[in-house]
C-alpha cells in the first residue's frame, strides 16, 4: 500500500500543512512539530520546501519518524508555473502533489545540512587564506602560502599586531580544515560507495558525496536541461533582432552544487578525456571562469546521463 503524503508550507513564524484534502496551520516551533505528529500517520511522505534555516528543526524532528523530502525552491517554482499561483495554502498543497509526481528520490536533511556545512567551511578557509596572503603582503613577504614562507614569517620580526593576526588565522586554518574532514567522512555514510558517479573522472570521493547529497535521486530530472537548470548552470541568452548575447549563468539553482561542479571541474580539465577535449576546444572563445563554468556544465551532463541510465561513464561515447 502506498504510504499517505502531505506537504508543508514552511515560513520564519507558521507551518501550512497540507494532508488528505484538508489544511492546517501551525506554529514553526516544538508545539507545532508536536501537533504536526498529531495528524500524520507514521511513515508518511512529507514534502517540505528548503527554505533558507526555517525547514531544518522540524526536518530534523519529523525525519525519524517520516520519509521527508526536501524540495529546492527554484523546483516548487518551475511546478507551481504550471500547476497555480503562489500562496502559503497553495504551496502546501503543490509541494504534496510534487513529491507524488517525482517518486522517493529526495535527500534525507541531515545529509543536506552536512553539505552546506561543507559548503560554508570551505568558503570560510578561502577567506581566511585570503586574509593570510594580505596579512604576508603586509609584512614585505611573498603572499604565497607554502609552509616554509609561513615559517619564516612568523620566525620573523615585524608589525606584531599583522603577525598575532598570522598566528590567529593559522589556527583557525587549522580549525576549518580539521571540520572539513569530519564532514567529508560523516557524509560517506550517507551516499552508497558503489554509486557510478564515481567512474566519472575528475569527481572523487568527496566531490561525488557532495552531489549525490544535494542531487538525491537524479530520476526526478526528465531531461539534462532541467538538472543544469537544477544546478543553475544553464546559460542565460538574450536575443535583440539578429544578435544573440550570453549573460553568463542563472545561478538560481542549487549554489552548493552549482559550486561542486566547478570544484569538480578544474580537476577534470586535467584528468577527464571528454572534459580536457572540451576544454581545448573553447578556450580561444572562453578565458577564465567562464570557460571553466562552461566545462562544469558539461561536467553536469555528463553527470546526469551516467546517473540516468545507470551507465558506467565512457570517454568514447
Not at 91 to 113: I, P, W
Not at 183 to 191: A, M, Q, R, T
Not at 228 to 246: F, M, N, Q, R, T
Not at 285 to 306: D, H, M, P, Q
Request: net charge positive; glycine share 8%.
Amino acid at each position: 500500500m502506498e504510504a499517505p503524503v502531505a506537504g508543508i508550507d514552511v515560513s520564519k513564524d507558521k507551518l501550512i500543512v497540507y494532508f488528505q484534502g484538508k489544511l492546517y496551520e501551525f506554529t514553526n516551533d516544538r508545539q507545532g512539530f508536536e501537533e504536526i505528529r498529531k495528524i500524520l500517520p507514521s511513515g508518511c511522505k512529507v514534502g517540505i520546501e528548503s527554505t533558507g534555516v526555517y525547514h531544518v528543526n522540524l526536518a530534523k524532528y519529523l525525519n525519524n519518524e517520516y520519509d521527508v523530502r526536501i524540495i529546492n525552491p527554484f523546483i516548487l517554482k518551475k511546478f507551481k508555473d504550471f500547476r497555480g499561483k503562489k500562496s502559503d495554502k497553495n504551496d502546501a498543497k503543490k509541494l504534496a502533489e510534487l513529491v507524488v509526481s517525482m517518486g522517493s528520490g529526495f535527500t534525507t536533511s541531515d545529509a543536506r545540512e552536512l553539505t552546506s556545512q561543507w559548503d560554508f567551511v570551505i568558503r570560510s578557509i578561502a577567506r581566511v587564506k585570503n586574509r593570510l596572503r594580505r596579512d604576508l603582503v603586509l609584512l614585505g613577504y611573498r603572499d604565497s602560502l607554502s609552509k616554509r614562507n609561513l615559517e619564516e614569517v612568523l620566525r620573523g620580526g615585524g608589525d606584531s599586531v599583522v603577525l598575532s593576526e598570522v598566528r590567529f588565522l593559522l589556527e583557525e586554518l587549522e580549525r576549518l580544515e580539521g571540520r572539513k574532514r569530519e564532514i567529508e567522512k560523516e557524509l560517506e555514510d550517507f551516499v552508497p560507495k558503489d554509486s557510478l558517479i564515481f567512474t566519472i573522472p575528475g569527481i572523487g570521493k568527496t566531490l561525488g558525496c557532495i552531489i549525490l547529497a544535494r542531487v538525491g535521486d537524479v530520476r526526478r530530472f526528465s531531461d539534462k536541461k532541467r538538472f543544469v537548470a537544477y544546478c543553475g548552470l544553464d546559460p542565460v541568452v538574450e536575443s535583440s533582432g539578429k544578435s544573440v548575447v550570453s549573460r553568463g549563468i542563472s545561478k538560481r539553482g542549487d549554489a552548493v552544487l552549482r559550486r561542486a561542479f566547478y570544484l569538480a571541474a578544474l580537476t577534470a580539465i586535467k584528468v577527464n578525456l571528454v572534459i580536457k577535449r572540451f576544454y581545448e576546444e573553447h578556450k580561444g572563445r572562453l578565458k577564465g571562469k567562464k570557460l571553466i563554468v562552461a566545462c562544469a556544465r558539461k561536467l553536469a551532463v555528463i553527470t546526469w546521463a551516467v546517473l540516468y541510465y545507470n551507465k558506467p561513464f565512457d570517454a568514447s561515447e
